[in-house]
């Protein structure tokens, strides 16, 4: 079983609201990831997280707060999001570091207005 | 220089042919390369893995991987037309957990 899981999977939100995105998985990975990728781009990594802890942030603005709940959750918390935040947001995991595979959830389709 | 390139395409092949999809990386101490298919509007699939040097079979697919040159590849044998999809390459620095992804290939295989 490769599932990640990814709630809602579309989203539409305003600039003033707060809203969070959910990831699951049960594989027993030890390393999640959020990417953003926007149309006809490559995903690119906001963060990763490796045995519940923050070890990556690719200088993300601080409206996107990742938390980590436990091993098997990862939440993405947003807050005052611009327009040019809307895009398809992809939660991933693997089973640790190094040389393992990451898989990725459906995604979550966002738009802000 | 981008950490992993690849050329954009779109690639065109028709129904039965070899698609070769090509990329190159700029981290010598790279150690592990994943090839994606990614249809629109979908999140991306892993369809191959590869860590050594040489050629990686699975089903029409074969990864290739030089890292002498810092080149991976990916053929398609017998392409299909539900073969038609975005290709990523993906590269993971040596014990690190960040996956840098290239642009991607668009793949079109015409019948």
């Known amino acids: 079983d490769t599932e990640v899981t990814q709630t809602p999977k579309h989203l539409v939100m305003g600039m003033t609201n707060k809203k969070s995105l959910k990831c699951e998985q049960h594989?027993?990975?030890?390393?999640m990831y959020w990417y953003k990728q926007k149309a006809k781009k490559p995903p690119e990594l906001m963060f990763v997280?490796?045995?519940?802890?923050?070890?990556i942030n690719e200088s993300v603005p601080s409206r996107f707060s990742p938390e980590c709940p436990n091993s098997s959750l990862l939440n993405l918390h947003l807050h005052a999001l611009q327009p040019e935040d809307s895009a398809l947001y992809l939660c991933?995991?693997?089973?640790?570091?190094?040389?393992?595979?990451?898989?990725f959830g459906q995604g979550t389709r966002l738009t802000v207005v | 220089q981008k950490e992993v390139e690849q050329n954009s395409g779109p690639l065109s092949v028709p129904e039965g042919a070899i698609a070769s999809l090509n990329c190159t990386y700029s981290d010598r101490g790279s150690q592990s390369f994943f090839w994606y298919r990614q249809y629109s509007g979908k999140s991306p699939e892993l369809i191959m893995s590869i860590y050594s040097n040489g050629d990686k079979e699975d089903g029409r697919f074969t990864a290739q991987l030089n890292k002498a040159s810092q080149y991976v590849s990916l053929l398609i044998r017998d392409s299909q037309p539900s073969d038609s999809a975005t290709y990523l390459c993906?590269?993971?620095?040596?014990?690190?957990?960040?996956?840098?992804f290239g642009t991607g290939t668009q793949l079109k295989v015409e019948l």
């Open positions: 993906a590269v993971r620095p040596g014990g690190g957990n960040k996956l840098t």
């Open positions: 594989m027993g990975h030890r390393a």
């Open positions: 997280y490796s045995y519940e802890k923050l070890s």
């Open positions: 991933a995991s693997s089973q640790g570091a190094g040389s393992s595979e990451a898989f």
